[in-house]
T-cell receptor, first 112, second 113 residues
Framework: GDSVTQMEGPVTLSEEAFLTINCTYT??????LFWYVQYPGEGLQLLLK?????DKGSNKGFEATYRKETTSFHLEKGSVQVSDSAVYFC???????????FGTGTKLQVIP | EAQVTQNPRYLITVTGKKLTVTCSQN?????MSWYRQDPGLGLRQIYY???????DKGDVPEGYKVSRKEKRNFPLILESPSPNQTSLYFC????????????FGSGTRLTVV
């Protein structure tokens, strides 16, 4: 079946540091890939997505590139802010299985 | 404003007392789904619905029921709650089967004692 593996957190960074959160996936078909963000006490929000190989999703300074050869979709941001502190979820949607599979989430804490 | 509305936000109940968590979306989405979020396990799908009167089990359906009588509503029913159903629950909707990305509700924190 499909699966998503994320790096374990928590990740603690200083403000303006470079962020990478690793995400790799296993899927039998050609999935769409997503990053969601969950701020404390809130539901998940779609951050960015990519639907095919080599696509780059971007939003609010975050980027991720769909790498089919390495089955990865790593999230990056050049300069994090305290307001980026949240839990980040990688997810895939496989048309064949008609479902969305989430990773376990990575907590990011940005300190001033 | 386009949104998914869940109620209640917080609920404490006793073992065996039937409860319903409501979910409503105003975006005319066809696909709706329920997830539970537990520490270390991420989000696990309970049930999903591809359209009115069409529902199917997700990964962890035991102890839950759903119905989809109207396109906008997708209630989650716990007929006889048990302590292992203590969790954070999210309803989500999408135009299609998650391909465009979900819109999530704000969550319902359920405690069963």
């Amino acid at each position: 079946g499909d699966s998503v593996t994320q790096m374990e957190g928590p990740v603690t960074l200083s403000e303006e540091a470079f962020l990478t959160i690793n995400c790799t996936y296993t899927a039998t078909g050609y999935p769409s890939l997503f990053w969601y963000v969950q701020y404390p006490g809130e539901g998940l929000q779609l951050l960015l997505k990519a639907t095919k190989a080599d696509d780059k999703g971007s939003n609010k300074g975050f980027e991720a590139t769909y790498r089919k050869e390495t089955t990865s979709f790593h999230l990056e941001k050049g300069s994090v802010q305290v307001s980026d502190s949240a839990v980040y979820f990688c997810a895939l949607s496989d048309r064949g299985y008609q479902k969305v599979t989430f990773g376990t989430g990575t907590k990011l804490q940005v300190i001033p | 404003e386009a949104q998914v509305t869940q109620n209640p936000r917080y609920l404490i109940t006793v073992t065996g007392k039937k409860l319903t968590v409501t979910c409503s979306q105003n975006m005319n989405h066809e696909y709706m789904s329920w997830y539970r979020q537990d520490p270390g396990l991420g989000l696990r799908q309970i049930y999903y619905s591809m359209n009115v009167e069409v529902t199917d089990k997700g990964d962890v359906p035991e102890g839950y029921k759903v119905s989809r009588k109207e396109k906008r509503n997708f209630p989650l029913i716990l007929e006889s709650p048990s302590p292992n159903q203590t969790s954070l629950y999210f309803c989500a909707s999408s135009l299609s089967q998650g391909f465009d990305g979900y819109t999530f509700g704000s969550g319902t924190r359920l405690t069963v004692v």
